[in-house]
């Protein structure tokens, strides 16, 4: 079965300091998500990659999907303690009708 | 509605007791899925609905779980006997269709089952 792994597990940056957070899979990925979510709340997605070698930004955040597509990494430059929650990767699992299979998320705290 | 939404947002219950979680979908998202998220993990997914039938149960962990979604809209998880073990935040997703969405799924808030 697919896993993902995301790394680190946890991350405190100083507010305006850039960082980056991995999401490694161990099969390849047909639909690669990365969502944010923060205390009591429900998942809000950021984007969505699907083609070897995609890049996607949004405002100060930006996603990748390498080539061999068994690896996105997500990096937020200039972070502000808006930026502050747990981000997780999910993917397509290959067969099925939109089931996602998600990593267990990374936890940022952006210090002011 | 603009959102999907969950309800009740937190639910305690006496070990051994019934529970109905419920989800409101995005209005026309055919997809529904159910997925349950517990402490320090990702969600993991339990039930996939598209229109009123059941397509993809594999990830209800056992009998004491089941889902419905008699008119292609609002869902409901039930819990039967419930254990301590059961304590999770349980998510609500719909989409317009089943498979890949370029937009994503829309997640609900959830609702934090906590048994007792």
């Known amino acids: 079965s697919q896993e993902l792994e995301q790394s680190p597990q946890s991350l405190i940056v100083q507010e305006g300091k850039n960082l980056t957070i991995n999401c490694t899979s161990s099969?390849?990925?047909?639909?690669l998500y990365w969502y944010k979510q923060k205390y009591g709340e429900g998942l809000i997605f950021l984007m969505m990659l699907q083609k070897g070698g995609e890049e996607k930004s949004h405002e100060k955040i930006t996603a990748k999907l390498d080539e061999k597509k068994q690896q996105s990494s997500l990096h937020i430059t200039a972070s502000q303690p808006s930026h502050a929650g747990i981000y997780l990767c999910g993917a397509d699992i290959p067969g099925s009708q939109g089931n996602l299979i998600f990593g267990k998320g990374t936890k940022l705290s952006v210090k002011p | 509605g603009a959102g999907v939404s969950q309800t009740p947002s937190n639910k305690v219950t006496e070990k051994g007791k019934y529970v109905e979680l419920r989800c409101d979908p995005i209005?026309?998202?055919?997809?529904l899925y159910w997925y349950r998220q517990s402490l320090g993990q990702g969600p993991e997914f339990l039930i996939y609905f598209q229109g009123t039938g059941a397509a993809d149960d594999s990830g209800l962990p056992n009998d004491r779980f089941f889902a419905v979604r008699p008119e292609g809209s609002v869902s409901t998880l039930k819990i039967q006997r419930t254990e301590r073990g059961d304590s999770a935040v349980y998510l609500c997703a719909s989409s317009p269709a089943p498979g890949q969405s370029n937009y994503g799924y829309t997640f609900g808030s959830g609702t934090r089952l906590t048994v007792v």
């Open positions: 099969k390849t990925l047909y639909g």
């Open positions: 209005s026309g998202h055919t997809a």
